[in-house]
């Protein structure tokens, strides 16, 4: 292997693949990343065997060539290096970097024994507006469980059918569906690992030149394509949740309510709430108004929203950090809240957008 690239180039596409590379893994060679000199490009990859990303920059390709080189200090390496032209040369087991007067020399690992990333039939594929896409997932990655207990919770649920896309996320206590049209004929279900979609969020972010990304799917894998970069990913196995049959049909209570100023009020009450062993905050639900209540050891904290009633009166408590998360991510000025009961979980959506639904669970609270 022999080839030029540029510093900035390198750096940036380590930067990426770097993502896929986990520093507690047992087998050493997954702590490299391979590169692949062909055909013009210097492709750089990073797998754990459960997630892969893998970047091609354009380079001068004098020989080619593979190998795999430790992670950790080239890329600290280039990251320091001026903004030049970088050679690469590989002799034995051996790579070497030069840019202006700075060098170095990194011993490799074979190639071969580097797992291959899997692929997928072109034909299993569709595309979706990255826009759209990024949307869905702040809207429903938040509410993914964190319990190694409970893994298949860990990741998001997608299901394809009918022309319309909807992801999941549910953690117990929650629920956040987000579905779209989709034109497709595609049909399938899958529940990718939330670490996953969190760095493809990411990855959407850095260039906004294409305004769709390509998936590839499979019984085992997803591929996603953004610009020039491909992720790869395990999807977990399992059954998950029947989520549609936790959703509420029916409600005593529905009010509309500010968006902004309902998440304001509840930040304002929830400080006073995380002194206490019990965190949860009281909602009063009145003809004209929603009284937000915190009472602790140390004192007690109350707001007033104005909002519009159909139904009943109602006193309800929830963890207040389960609302903020969703009222964050609702780009609309107004929501409606459906309850049951007190004792029932609460529907929260948008007004004006039938797309996403919430389902929080309420707590105990004390009757003043």
């Known amino acids: 292997?022999?080839?030029?690239?540029?510093?900035?180039?390198?750096?940036?596409?380590?930067?990426?693949?770097?993502?896929?590379?986990?520093?507690?893994?047992?087998?050493?060679?997954?702590t490299g990343i391979l590169l692949e000199a062909k055909d013009g490009f210097l492709k750089l990859t990073g797998n754990d065997l459960n997630i892969g990303i893998e970047k091609s920059i354009p380079a001068e390709i004098l020989e080619e060539g593979i190998t795999v080189v430790s992670s950790r200090i080239f890329g600290e390496f280039i990251k320091k290096l001026p903004h030049e032209d970088i050679n690469l040369s590989m002799k034995e087991n051996k790579l070497t970097v030069e840019c202006f007067k700075s060098h170095i020399d990194l011993i490799t690992y074979d190639a071969v024994e580097y797992p291959e990333l899997p692929q997928v039939q072109v034909s299993n594929k569709f595309e979706i507006s990255k826009h759209l896409f990024k949307s869905m997932i702040k809207q429903t990655i938040f509410a993914t469980s964190q319990d190694e207990g409970r893994p298949i919770l860990m990741g998001s649920y997608l299901e394809i059918k009918d022309q319309v896309i909807s992801l999941v996320g549910i953690d117990g206590f929650r629920v956040a569906i987000r579905t779209a049209p989709i034109q497709t004929p595609i049909e399938c279900k899958m529940v990718i690992p939330a670490k996953t979609l969190n760095e493809v969020n990411k990855l959407m972010a850095l260039n906004d030149d294409q305004e769709f990304i390509e998936i590839f799917i499979s019984d085992k894998h997803i591929i996603f394509k953004i610009d020039d970069v491909r992720v790869v990913s395990r999807l977990l196995e399992g059954e998950y949740v029947k989520y549609a049959q936790m959703i509420p049909t029916d409600f005593k209570t529905k009010i509309e309510i500010n968006t902004g100023n309902l998440l304001h009020g509840i930040e304002r009450v929830s400080l006073l709430a995380r002194e206490g062993k019990n965190n949860a905050i009281k909602l009063s639900i009145h003809d004209k108004s929603l009284d937000l209540s915190s009472i602790v050891e140390i004192g007690a904290a109350n707001d007033e929203i104005p909002l519009k009633l159909e139904g009943q009166n109602l006193d309800i408590g929830f963890n207040p950090k389960y609302l903020i998360d969703v009222l964050k991510v609702i780009d609309q000025d107004m929501i409606c809240m459906e309850f049951l009961s007190n004792i029932s979980p609460c529907i929260i959506k948008p007004k004006n957008n039938p797309h996403f639904t919430y389902l929080i669970l309420p707590v105990r609270i004390q009757s003043n």
């Open 1 to 30: 292997m022999k080839l030029i690239c540029k510093q900035q180039d390198l750096d940036h596409a380590i930067a990426i693949v770097q993502k896929a590379i986990s520093s507690k893994t047992t087998h050493p060679i997954l």
